[in-house]
């Protein structure tokens, strides 16, 4: 094995592939997406084998390492003679690939773990309908409601039923339909089988190719018809005849019943339904194409000795048809001539050049696998075989060069003088044709775009090194976070992701760029903050974008400029009016639904030019929708602009080779184009409820992401309708309702409430004393439920009632309470300027929350009584203090005489047992002094003796020298 050369051998022998037919989904088709890596499945191997190969490798497996297991019902209840390994049918749609082997089906999830929770995902191949007998897998090519589709056509025991599959996050789930009764016994028929069926997912509708046989007749019919998934109606839309008509030599016969037949059996073997036009094409060994199920046209170009086995659609105009036998026809919707590209002259030719070239793509021994388109290109997958070596290859089909060289056999000699002159017949109406005034893309196609250049390498050499590298690939990683972020409930005061990135850092920008420009930026390199920003602006080119979206009333125009080959130019007369100029070359200008969509074609004729201008608009009628989410949701129809004559026969020649001209074929939406919010304006309602109030008060504790508003101030909210794509924000003026749909005392603390709580905390009915807030605006919803505010009338009054989770809030703390606000705004079925269904959440800060009147009250009680008790403690205090003063004094002083006596007795006890045990001794030192000397000493230490101790006998005042000395 080397790179994608594939080599198959048994024993020694090397063997020739013959692959089998696949079903394929556009764009993705065979190629499947596994652990981020290319997968396609091929079967009809010998030995049983399956081949699994990927972009960079190949691998063998047997149908056991694959996890399938071999089991065959078909001995039991199935319709089938033997038993095959070939795998019949692959369709891969966008996170599950799905395959039948025999009757079998089974399916194989990856493991995806952005996708879908792991637990969804699958690493083997599980089986599905285990009980059931599959005969075909039918591929959905559109998702609907956020789930992809796949249906099951049955045989055996349920005949004349599908399974409708539903995959949604990874899970698979199939359903039996139609309802209650089969196909069968609705269209009373004793025997029938379903050939195919395609949903259409905007009407949830199945269209059915059925064959069904009644004995009266014995013969079979094919009916066409349709089964609604709501409503679980049936109806017949077409009978087809039972024999191919006879064209007689047109391109195309309308079927009206009374045309004549061949002999050859009309088979009808699928349907392919395009949901951008509504053209709905019945194919087998025909072609037939209805605009509406009703009248149909018979392509007479396609031989009715070929069968068809597969359709390949662009969506974009382009059609390709693939045989039994291999063959490859081409045809643009819209027209009726059908092109051989494959076996024709015009390949054989371009093979040839190829070949010439030494060609890696081309060889003489070589089998097709499938055709698919992708990204407006027909590509084609082969195998090859050279050198005996086997190459599994991707290749572009030329189809602009195979029709170019068919032109060329159309010829004529024209005498010029002695000589003759080859001329080839060029059957374009005209010479050039350019597109012009076209609008900017990015609001029509709904892309957004970045700019994000590598950092500037700091280093001689100029190279990058691991550090740049890793740096350059941390910017990006940043860039998208802040992209997915960006997505919040409040605006920004610029419209710009990366603004986030800048704000702080836009004053330095000379400084960095200074150090720089001296080779001293950290880690040798320097980022350019320009070098990273949103693009708003980008231009269009000469080509009409690959889709378009349109919102309510929206429209969209360009030009067209054509220069006519040779004189194109005509007068014509009008019977009392002056001449007018008619061009030869004219546009037609198609709309696949005009009841809800218009075109407007002006017509500018510019004779000195040789040249006409057309004008075109394409314009949404606005009736045809309902409202829808952003993105989701949206009607699918198109326009086709063709140049009259130049169906295959116009070409432009650009450096990449020719390009088919005259055709053009844009997929529109109509609905709620991607990419645009509602948020909330915090920046003009701040400036407005400054302007409004007088004033403005913010939280204690300040949130510069989440200010605060006060309770008793008017709220008056304003939002804004942002463009992420092209960068546009301004005011929304439509109408929206204002709900509370939860809160709580803290950001921890928010709770959801429920419907009946949501109805009594916002509805004006609310009679149970529950209401959050009040407006003064006095329109309604239809039931009256609730307010229907706009941006005039925005005002909100807090209100908190009684039985309300924001009333009698206790203050925690000496600030008054708080409340966050969980409010949606919503302006579904009350604004009708536009599709969009917006819907905003966002937490709303209120501070300053008021009590309650009972709880006020009694605060305030409480509060006055202690303030009176205070005042009262206070004057008594006053009154009593001088009382007091005297008392303290008093009593200080007889603590002092209490001691005083005590120590008094004390001392005069110890001197007198000293004094009768040492009078000899001491008589002369203890001669004690007489009162009238004691009484002059202690004068001055002496208290004011109180009226009580004036009147004391002398007797007891004789103790106080004694108490004066013992003091001593």
């Given at each position: 094995?080397?790179g994608d050369?594939?080599?198959?051998?048994?024993?020694?022998?090397?063997?020739d592939?013959k692959?089998?037919?696949?079903v394929?989904?556009?764009?993705?088709?065979l190629?499947?997406?596994?652990?981020?890596?290319?997968?396609?499945?091929?079967?009809?191997?010998p030995?049983?084998?399956?081949?699994i190969?990927?972009?960079?490798?190949?691998k063998e497996f047997?149908l056991?390492?694959?996890?399938?297991d071999?089991?065959?019902v078909?001995s039991?209840?199935?319709?089938?003679a033997?038993?095959?390994?070939?795998?019949h049918?692959?369709?891969s749609?966008e996170s599950t690939?799905f395959?039948?082997?025999?009757?079998?089906?089974y399916y194989f999830?990856?493991?995806y773990s952005?996708?879908?929770e792991?637990?969804h995902?699958s690493g083997?191949?599980?089986r599905?309908?285990?009980?059931?007998c599959i005969?075909?897998?039918c591929?959905v090519?559109?998702?609907?409601n956020g789930s992809d589709?796949i249906?099951?056509?049955t045989t055996?025991?349920?005949e004349g039923?599908?399974?409708?599959g539903?995959?949604t996050?990874?899970l698979?789930?199939?359903?039996?339909?139609?309802r209650?009764?089969?196909m069968c016994?609705r269209?009373?028929?004793?025997?029938?089988s379903i050939?195919?069926?395609t949903?259409i997912?905007?009407?949830n509708?199945?269209?059915l190719l059925?064959?069904?046989y009644?004995q009266k007749s014995?013969?079979?019919?094919?009916?066409?018809t349709n089964y609604?998934l709501?409503?679980?109606e049936?109806?017949?839309?077409?009978?087809?005849?039972?024999?191919?008509?006879?064209?007689?030599?047109?391109?195309?016969?309308?079927?009206l019943g009374?045309?004549t037949?061949?002999n050859?059996?009309?088979?009808p073997?699928?349907?392919f339904?395009n949901?951008?036009?509504n053209?709905l094409?019945i194919?087998g060994?025909?072609?037939l194409?209805?605009?509406?199920?009703?009248?149909?046209l018979?392509?007479?170009d396609?031989p009715?000795?070929?069968?068809?086995?597969y359709?390949?659609?662009?969506?974009?105009g382009?059609?390709?048809?693939?045989t039994e036998t291999?063959e490859i026809?081409?045809?643009?919707?819209g027209t009726?001539?059908l092109?051989?590209?494959?076996?024709s002259?015009?390949w054989d030719?371009?093979?040839?050049?190829?070949v010439?070239k030494e060609?890696?793509l081309y060889?003489?021994?070589e089998?097709?696998?499938?055709l698919?388109?992708?990204?407006?290109?027909l590509?084609q997958?082969v195998?090859l075989?050279?050198?005996?070596q086997?190459?599994l290859?991707?290749?572009?089909?030329p189809?602009?060069n195979?029709?170019?060289y068919k032109?060329?056999?159309?010829y004529h000699?024209?005498?010029?003088?002695?000589f003759r002159?080859?001329?080839?017949?060029?059957?374009?109406p005209?010479?050039?044709m350019r597109?012009?005034n076209?609008?900017n893309p990015?609001?029509?196609?709904?892309?957004?775009?970045?700019?994000?250049?590598?950092?500037?390498v700091?280093?001689?050499?100029?190279?990058?090194?691991e550090?740049?590298l890793?740096?350059?690939q941390?910017?990006?990683?940043?860039?998208l976070?802040?992209?997915?972020?960006y997505d919040?409930?409040?605006?920004d005061?610029?419209?710009?992701?990366?603004?986030?990135?800048?704000k702080n850092?836009?004053?330095?920008?000379d400084?960095?760029?200074?150090l720089?420009?001296?080779?001293?930026?950290?880690?040798?390199?320097?980022?350019?903050?320009d070098?990273?920003e949103?693009v708003?602006d980008l231009?269009a080119?000469?080509r009409?974008p690959?889709r378009?979206f349109?919102?309510?009333g929206?429209?969209y125009?360009f030009?067209?400029?054509?220069t006519a080959?040779?004189?194109s130019?005509?007068m014509?007369t009008?019977?009392?009016?002056?001449?007018k100029?008619?061009?030869r070359?004219s546009?037609?200008v198609?709309?696949?639904?005009?009841?809800?969509?218009?075109?407007?074609?002006q017509?500018?004729?510019l004779v000195?030019?040789?040249?006409v201008?057309f004008l075109v608009?394409?314009?949404?009628?606005s009736v045809?929708y309902?409202q829808?989410?952003s993105?989701?949701h949206?009607?699918?129809?198109?326009l086709?602009v063709?140049v009259?004559g130049?169906?295959g026969f116009c070409f432009?020649?650009?450096?990449?080779?020719?390009?088919l001209q005259?055709n053009?074929?844009?997929?529109?939406?109509i609905?709620?184009p991607?990419?645009k919010?509602l948020a909330?304006?915090?920046t003009?309602t701040l400036?407005?409820?400054?302007?409004?109030?007088k004033?403005?008060?913010d939280?204690?504790?300040?949130?510069?992401e989440m200010p605060c508003?006060l309770?008793?101030?008017?709220?008056?909210?304003?939002?804004l309708?942002?463009?992420?794509?092209?960068?546009?924000s301004g005011s929304f003026?439509?109408s929206?309702v204002l709900?509370?749909?939860g809160?709580?005392r803290?950001?921890?603390?928010?709770v959801?409430y429920?419907?009946?709580e949501?109805?009594r905390?916002?509805?004006p009915?609310?009679k149970?004393d529950?209401?959050i807030?009040?407006?003064r605006?006095?329109?309604?919803t239809?039931?009256m439920a609730f307010h229907i505010m706009?941006?005039e009338?925005?005002g909100?009054?807090?209100?908190?009632?009684?039985?309300?989770p924001?009333?009698?809030l206790?203050?925690?703390?000496?600030?008054p309470?708080?409340?966050?606000?969980?409010?949606?705004v919503?302006?579904r079925d009350?604004?009708?300027?536009?599709y969009?269904?917006y819907q905003?959440i966002f937490?709303?800060?209120i501070h300053?929350?008021?009590l309650s009147a009972k709880r006020?009250l009694?605060?305030?009680?409480?509060?006055?009584?202690?303030l009176?008790?205070l005042v009262?403690l206070?004057?008594?205090i006053?009154l009593?203090?001088?009382?007091v003063?005297r008392?303290?004094?008093?009593?200080?002083?007889?603590?002092?005489?209490?001691i005083?006596s005590?120590s008094?007795?004390?001392y005069?006890?110890?001197?007198?047992?000293?004094?009768?045990s040492?009078?000899?001794s001491?008589?002369?030192i203890?001669?004690?002094p007489s009162?009238?000397?004691?009484?002059v000493?202690n004068?001055?230490d002496q208290?004011?003796?109180?009226p009580?101790?004036?009147?004391?006998p002398?007797?007891?005042l004789?103790?106080?020298p004694s108490?004066?000395?013992?003091?001593?």
């Amino acid at each position: 094995m080397e790179g994608d050369k594939i080599q198959f051998t048994v024993g020694d022998e090397l063997f020739d592939l013959k692959l089998r037919y696949f079903v394929n989904v556009p764009s993705r088709p065979l190629w499947y997406n596994v652990d981020q890596s290319p997968v396609l499945i091929l079967g009809g191997i010998p030995n049983e084998k399956t081949l699994i190969m990927t972009s960079t490798n190949f691998k063998e497996f047997s149908l056991v390492e694959l996890s399938i297991d071999s089991c065959w019902v078909g001995s039991f209840y199935c319709p089938q003679a033997e038993f095959s390994a070939t795998i019949h049918d692959a369709i891969s749609t966008e996170s599950t690939l799905f395959i039948r082997q025999n009757q079998l089906v089974y399916y194989f999830t990856g493991t995806y773990s952005t996708l879908y929770e792991g637990s969804h995902s699958s690493g083997k191949w599980v089986r599905v309908l285990a009980s059931e007998c599959i005969k075909r897998l039918c591929p959905v090519y559109f998702s609907s409601n956020g789930s992809d589709h796949i249906i099951a056509l049955t045989t055996g025991k349920h005949e004349g039923y599908i399974h409708f599959g539903t995959i949604t996050d990874g899970l698979v789930s199939f359903e039996l339909l139609p309802r209650n009764q089969s196909m069968c016994q609705r269209l009373l028929a004793d025997r029938c089988s379903i050939t195919w069926a395609t949903f259409i997912s905007g009407e949830n509708t199945l269209i059915l190719l059925v064959e069904i046989y009644y004995q009266k007749s014995d013969e079979k019919y094919y009916q066409l018809t349709n089964y609604n998934l709501i409503t679980n109606e049936m109806n017949i839309l077409y009978t087809m005849p039972l024999f191919i008509p006879d064209a007689g030599g047109l391109e195309f016969l309308m079927i009206l019943g009374t045309e004549t037949y061949t002999n050859t059996p009309m088979v009808p073997k699928g349907l392919f339904f395009n949901v951008y036009n509504n053209l709905l094409f019945i194919w087998g060994n025909f072609l037939l194409q209805s605009y509406n199920t009703e009248n149909f046209l018979y392509l007479a170009d396609f031989p009715k000795e070929s069968t068809i086995k597969y359709l390949v659609n662009s969506f974009q105009g382009d059609v390709v048809i693939v045989t039994e036998t291999e063959e490859i026809w081409y045809l643009l919707e819209g027209t009726y001539q059908l092109s051989r590209l494959f076996p024709s002259k015009g390949w054989d030719i371009h093979v040839s050049l190829q070949v010439m070239k030494e060609s890696s793509l081309y060889a003489s021994n070589e089998t097709m696998v499938t055709l698919f388109y992708e990204e407006d290109k027909l590509y084609q997958l082969v195998y090859l075989i050279q050198k005996q070596q086997g190459h599994l290859v991707k290749r572009q089909v030329p189809v602009e060069n195979v029709l170019l060289y068919k032109q060329y056999n159309k010829y004529h000699v024209e005498p010029e003088g002695n000589f003759r002159t080859l001329i080839f017949t060029n059957f374009c109406p005209f010479e050039v044709m350019r597109l012009g005034n076209l609008p900017n893309p990015q609001a029509y196609t709904r892309q957004e775009r970045y700019l994000a250049r590598p950092p500037m390498v700091l280093n001689p050499s100029g190279f990058h090194t691991e550090n740049s590298l890793a740096v350059y690939q941390g910017l990006v990683y940043y860039l998208l976070w802040l992209h997915s972020k960006y997505d919040k409930p409040y605006a920004d005061p610029v419209h710009d992701p990366t603004w986030r990135w800048w704000k702080n850092k836009k004053q330095d920008k000379d400084y960095y760029s200074y150090l720089a420009s001296n080779w001293l930026s950290a880690g040798g390199v320097h980022i350019d903050m320009d070098s990273y920003e949103k693009v708003y602006d980008l231009k269009a080119s000469y080509r009409l974008p690959e889709r378009i979206f349109l919102d309510k009333g929206a429209e969209y125009h360009f030009s067209i400029f054509l220069t006519a080959r040779g004189h194109s130019f005509e007068m014509g007369t009008v019977v009392g009016s002056v001449f007018k100029v008619r061009s030869r070359v004219s546009v037609g200008v198609v709309v696949a639904d005009p009841s809800c969509t218009e075109s407007l074609v002006q017509q500018r004729v510019l004779v000195k030019r040789n040249s006409v201008l057309f004008l075109v608009t394409l314009r949404d009628k606005s009736v045809c929708y309902d409202q829808g989410i952003s993105g989701h949701h949206l009607m699918k129809t198109s326009l086709m602009v063709k140049v009259v004559g130049s169906s295959g026969f116009c070409f432009q020649h650009t450096h990449l080779g020719p390009r088919l001209q005259g055709n053009l074929m844009v997929p529109v939406f109509i609905g709620c184009p991607p990419g645009k919010r509602l948020a909330f304006d915090i920046t003009y309602t701040l400036k407005y409820m400054r302007l409004k109030n007088k004033h403005y008060y913010d939280c204690i504790y300040q949130d510069p992401e989440m200010p605060c508003f006060l309770f008793r101030d008017m709220f008056y909210p304003f939002f804004l309708i942002q463009d992420l794509v092209t960068g546009d924000s301004g005011s929304f003026k439509g109408s929206y309702v204002l709900k509370v749909v939860g809160g709580g005392r803290s950001l921890g603390s928010i709770v959801d409430y429920n419907e009946e709580e949501i109805y009594r905390y916002n509805s004006p009915l609310d009679k149970t004393d529950s209401r959050i807030w009040t407006t003064r605006t006095a329109g309604t919803t239809q039931d009256m439920a609730f307010h229907i505010m706009s941006y005039e009338n925005s005002g909100i009054e807090w209100l908190c009632l009684e039985n309300s989770p924001c009333y009698d809030l206790t203050p925690q703390g000496i600030f008054p309470p708080e409340f966050y606000f969980k409010v949606l705004v919503s302006n579904r079925d009350v604004d009708n300027s536009t599709y969009c269904d917006y819907q905003l959440i966002f937490l709303l800060h209120i501070h300053g929350l008021p009590l309650s009147a009972k709880r006020a009250l009694f605060l305030l009680i409480v509060s006055a009584s202690v303030l009176v008790g205070l005042v009262i403690l206070y004057i008594i205090i006053c009154l009593l203090w001088p009382y007091v003063v005297r008392a303290c004094s008093h009593l200080r002083w007889r603590i002092n005489n209490i001691i005083a006596s005590e120590s008094y007795y004390t001392y005069a006890t110890s001197s007198r047992v000293f004094s009768l045990s040492s009078q000899p001794s001491f008589e002369a030192i203890s001669k004690v002094p007489s009162q009238v000397d004691t009484k002059v000493e202690n004068q001055e230490d002496q208290p004011k003796l109180e009226p009580a101790e004036e009147n004391q006998p002398e007797s007891l005042l004789s103790a106080q020298p004694s108490a004066s000395l013992s003091s001593l």
